[in-house]
């Protein structure tokens, strides 16, 4: 694979070469686009590669992936609480007299 730095002034990115002799490049727009997706595992492997490429070579995109990848880390951890006993029989009761008020 080939690396290309943009020059001054450009959209940082990175550049490969595929099979094919294309120039394959992921500019700071794509890549942040495809952020969550590249955060939640959800694009494929030579794409991956691709931002990763990109954000190895671009602080500021390196900077938002951080953010996002903390940001994730936290409402990972702060939702792994389950609800207390009594909400569920409050919500509970609350659907009871709901569906009582809407049958009636």
């Known amino acids: ?9 450009t959209e940082q990115g990175t550049g490969a070469t595929v099979g094919d002799g294309a120039h394959v490049r992921v500019d700071c727009a794509e890549a942040l686009s495809k952020l969550f997706a590249f955060l939640d595992a959800e694009i494929g492997e030579a794409e991956g590669d691709l931002i990763r490429e990109h954000l190895a070579d671009c602080e500021p995109c390196l900077a938002e992936y ?7 880390k936290l409402v990972k951890r702060s939702c792994s ?5 009594e909400l569920h029989v409050r919500i ?9 008020q809407t049958l009636g």
Not at 81 to 85: G, S, V
Not at 92 to 100: A, E, I, N
């Open 66 to 72: 951080d953010i996002e990848d903390h940001v994730k």
């Open 92 to 100: 509970r009761q609350q659907l009871t007299v709901l569906r009582t």
């Open 1 to 9: 694979m080939t690396q290309e730095r943009p020059s001054e002034g």
């Open 81 to 85: 609480d389950c609800a207390p006993p």
